[in-house]
């Protein structure tokens, strides 16, 4: 359906252009069958790229909407983590690097787009379009990056609680045990609880710094999500520099 959709509203926006007149067509200049085929040729090829984008969307949002189910409480044991796994993420570092590779290859798209339909002699319909498409990789990258960081988070709070109920059943267990009138063999039992409690609470100090350090991301992601933006930019004013080349000749 999203795809349905992003297809017949560009088809929509080059019918209004057309109607117009914003869209170049070689046939009206030049009205013979290789012209018309050469409109057909571009026009097809037009709304290819249009079909194809508009795939990398669907596939985009999909990510995003699984990712949003998955960090839901009631979804979240279905996620298998490693909490000891090296990459401090319970072994999602490939995903999270899936989703950075996605974006950059989604921003140098964008960049693509600029070039082809980009006019800064005029705010078309193309421009508003593109600046949507700008916002959602914006989208795309923050929400999936949070929803990891939301599900690695979950779960060492689920471990966390597991803890505190058994460290709270050790703790009432050992008081009972202080309280008895009658100590006499009962010691023993009395140092494997106050082993017991040490343990549980020695976990739960190190899944809470593992929670304080819990991002989703690091200093590289971070690069990497900026630098992603360059091409777009370098795009966008390349466009400027020839228009006011065009408007400005030397």
Same mark, same amino acid.
Not at 37 to 48: G, M, R
Not at 76 to 90: E, N, P, Q, T
Not at 143 to 155: E, F, V
């Given at each position: 359906? +999203?795809?349905?959709?992003?297809?017949?509203?560009?088809?929509?926006?080059?019918?209004?252009?057309?109607?117009?007149?914003?869209?170049?067509?070689?046939? =009206?200049?030049? =009205?013979?069958?290789?012209? #018309?085929?050469?409109?057909?040729? *571009?026009? $097809?090829? &037009?709304?290819? *790229?249009?079909?194809?984008?508009?795939?990398?969307?669907?596939?985009?949002?999909?990510?995003?909407?699984?990712?949003?189910?998955?960090?839901? #409480?009631?979804?979240?044991?279905?996620? #298998?983590?490693?909490?000891?796994?090296?990459?401090?993420?319970?072994?999602?570092?490939?995903?999270?690097? %899936?989703?950075?590779?996605?974006?950059?290859?989604? $921003?140098?798209?964008?960049?693509?787009?600029?070039?082809?339909?980009? *006019? =800064?002699?005029?705010?078309?319909?193309?421009?508003?379009?593109?600046?949507?498409?700008?916002?959602? $990789?914006?989208?795309?990258?923050?929400? &999936?990056?949070?929803?990891? !960081? !939301?599900?690695? !988070?979950?779960?060492?709070?689920?471990?966390?609680?597991?803890?505190?109920?058994? %460290? /709270?059943?050790?703790?009432?267990?050992?008081?009972?045990?202080?309280?008895?009138? *009658?100590?006499?063999?009962?010691?023993?039992?009395?140092?494997?609880?106050?082993? /017991?409690?040490?343990?549980?609470? +020695?976990?739960?100090?190190?899944?809470? /710094?593992?929670? &304080?350090? /819990?991002?989703?991301?690091?200093?590289?992601?971070?690069?990497?999500?900026?630098?992603?933006?360059?091409?777009?930019?370098?795009?966008?004013?390349?466009?400027? %520099?020839?228009?006011?080349?065009?408007?400005?000749?030397?």
């Amino acid at each position: 359906m +999203t795809v349905v959709s992003f297809v017949a509203l560009f088809i929509l926006v080059k019918s209004v252009e057309a109607l117009q007149g914003f869209i170049h067509l070689f046939y =009206p200049q030049e =009205p013979t069958i290789w012209s #018309a085929i050469l409109d057909f040729v *571009n026009q $097809s090829v &037009s709304l290819i *790229n249009i079909f194809l984008l508009a795939t990398v969307i669907w596939i985009l949002l999909n990510i995003v909407r699984t990712l949003t189910t998955l960090s839901n #409480a009631e979804h979240r044991r279905c996620v #298998a983590l490693d909490m000891l796994c090296i990459d401090r993420l319970g072994g999602l570092q490939q995903l999270r690097n %899936y989703i950075v590779m996605s974006h950059v290859t989604y $921003s140098i798209v964008i960049a693509l787009l600029v070039l082809s339909y980009f *006019n =800064p002699f005029s705010i078309l319909y193309e421009t508003y379009i593109l600046l949507a498409l700008y916002v959602l $990789s914006f989208y795309y990258f923050i929400s &999936s990056i949070g929803s990891i !960081k !939301k599900i690695l !988070k979950g779960h060492i709070e689920d471990q966390i609680e597991r803890i505190n109920e058994k %460290y /709270s059943r050790q703790h009432r267990k050992l008081l009972s045990l202080i309280s008895e009138e *009658n100590e006499s063999g009962i010691e023993h039992e009395i140092t494997l609880i106050k082993i /017991s409690l040490d343990t549980l609470y +020695t976990e739960r100090e190190r899944l809470l /710094s593992l929670h &304080s350090q /819990s991002k989703g991301y690091n200093p590289k992601t971070v690069i990497q999500f900026i630098s992603s933006f360059i091409l777009p930019v370098i795009a966008f004013f390349e466009k400027i %520099y020839l228009a006011i080349d065009v408007l400005l000749p030397k």
